[in-house]
């Protein structure tokens, strides 16, 4: 993340300065504005290591929050959220200076604040006008490099289209090479003729014309031309191959390009996550591991005597699952089912509510301690039943959560036997660590009998993942349990 920042810093080094100018400029106008046009801001040494902070935390903000990627193809509601975030982080790190040194009483509020102001706006209004000088420059300068676009039949004039339509397109379309034998659709545009319409047509053009730069855009992202790809590239004109086709394998993944060792990669995942919140979601789960694992400490007192009276036995009980990308763990519960409740589980398979079989369900499951079907078809439940229907028998997983093995929130972890059921497919579920509770078992999890829609909800979750929505999650969990909706 750094070495991205790092690249766009060189990268853009004219915002950069500009907006280390800005900074210094707003500095300079907020002191004026509060002392008075004749003062002297740089008098004080207090204000002068304060606009030299200014200044390193405009650097630092580049940097980690990388404020000057894609900066010439963002809009203005883009510009504004990052003059926004420039802004805040500079009053942020000049307030810890001052808090750190111990001399916050000696610096003027109103000056702090009013520089936040100014450098926002003045930001944002440099930033605009010096891209728009900047575009219109380039586009003169840049429009007369030439551009051959190479496609199929079907698709080349759309894609000349598109193209000459973008804002950001600095190329002068000269026209089409195509990579197949079928006709050529009826429909012409003198704008973007064809000029090649085979690979040996295409490389005499290459080597015999005015030729700056070549497009390739296939469904197959230029692997069906991969020696033409090769002898292009090998000619020295600038080659842009579409790799758009392959972000769209995979509708559920989020696509970047990114370095893999000494590769350049495609990377395709369903939720990339930053380490700034990755880190942030560990620490929740120790927080409330711990407390989990001391109120587990609290019932153990009373659950311990209730199980060992109903049903002699180990109070926990534990289980292999499988967990992120198939690690296998232990987990553990409060025992709230007979000893050889797992033996006779396969008894009781013709009755799995869970139609494919690949989780399990019943609506009376016997194995329960203390329950017992009585003379009229109702169920009597006991102390098992108790501790399901409040999902006490959760609670010594706080333990997998302060191991590492689970989440406070996630996708519950399937039982051997239901992981060998699995398709491809269903392991999406499991692209991210298991959780105490989901988005699933919020969602009417006593009505869900279709394993499919379990999988939806479960990779919707890991799709739309944030910080707020496990918030929201571990809420409705407090409420699904006080509502007695059964065992998660």
Not at 95 to 110: D, H, K, P, T
Not at 207 to 213: G, I, L, N, P, Q
Not at 245 to 256: G, N
Request: hydrophobic share 45%; net charge positive.
């Amino acid at each position: 993340m750094y070495r991205k920042g790092l690249s766009g810093i060189l990268k853009h080094w004219d915002f950069l300065l500009l907006d280390l100018v800005c900074v210094q400029i707003a500095f300079v106008t907020a002191f004026l504005l509060r002392h008075g046009w004749g003062s002297d801001p740089y008098k004080s040494d207090l204000y002068i290591m304060t606009a030299i902070v200014s200044e390193f935390a405009c650097l630092m903000c580049a940097l980690f929050f990388r404020t000057l990627k894609n900066i010439l193809k963002r809009g203005v509601i883009q510009e504004i959220r990052t003059a926004a975030v420039h802004s805040v982080f500079i009053l942020f790190m000049d307030q810890m200076f001052l808090f750190s040194v111990q001399r916050s009483a000696e610096y003027s509020r109103i000056t702090l604040f009013l520089m936040a102001a100014i450098c926002f706006v003045l930001t944002l209004t440099v930033n605009l006008l010096y891209k728009k000088l900047l575009t219109g420059v380039l586009s003169g300068l840049l429009s007369q490099r030439t551009l051959l676009v190479i496609s199929t039949p079907d698709a080349y004039l759309q894609l000349c289209r598109q193209l000459a339509g973008s804002k950001t397109f600095f190329y002068r379309i000269i026209g089409a090479g195509v990579l197949s034998g079928e006709a050529l659709p009826a429909e012409q545009d003198s704008a973007f003729p064809v000029l090649a319409r085979n690979e040996n047509e295409i490389r005499d053009y290459v080597m015999r014309e005015w030729v700056d730069a070549v497009f390739i855009s296939l469904p197959s992202g230029g692997q069906d031309a991969a020696e033409l790809v090769s002898s292009l590239s090998a000619s020295g004109v600038t080659l842009h191959l579409n790799i758009e086709p392959i972000y769209r394998m995979s509708d559920q993944s989020r696509k970047f390009v990114e370095r893999l060792g000494e590769y350049s990669v495609i990377t395709a995942t369903m939720k990339p996550a930053s380490p700034g919140s990755l880190a942030v979601k560990r620490i929740m789960d120790i927080l409330g591991g711990l407390i989990g694992c001391i109120i587990t400490a609290i019932l153990f007192l009373f659950l311990a005597p209730a199980i060992k009276i109903a049903s002699p036995g180990p109070v926990f009980f534990r289980q292999e699952r499988i967990g992120r990308n198939g690690k296998r763990f232990r987990m553990y519960k409060f025992r709230s089912m007979y000893t050889d409740a797992e033996k006779r589980r396969e008894e009781l398979m013709k009755e799995n509510r869970m139609t494919d079989g690949k989780m399990f369900k019943v609506k009376h499951d016997l194995r329960i301690i203390g329950s017992a079907i009585r003379p009229d078809g109702t169920l009597k439940k006991g102390i098992g039943n108790f501790i399901r229907d409040y999902s006490l028998d959760e609670f010594p997983q706080f333990f997998n959560v302060l191991k590492g093995e689970m989440s406070l929130v996630g996708t519950r972890p399937p039982t051997v036997d239901e992981w060998e059921r699995y398709d491809l497919r269903h392991r999406a579920r499991l692209a991210i660590k298991p959780g105490i509770t989901g988005l699933w078992q919020v969602s009417g999890r006593s009505n869900i009998t279709n394993f499919e829609e379990v999988v939806r909800l479960d990779t919707q979750y890991i799709s739309e993942w944030s910080l707020l929505l496990d918030l929201k999650i571990l809420l409705k969990t407090v409420k699904v349990v006080l509502k007695k909706e059964g065992a998660m």
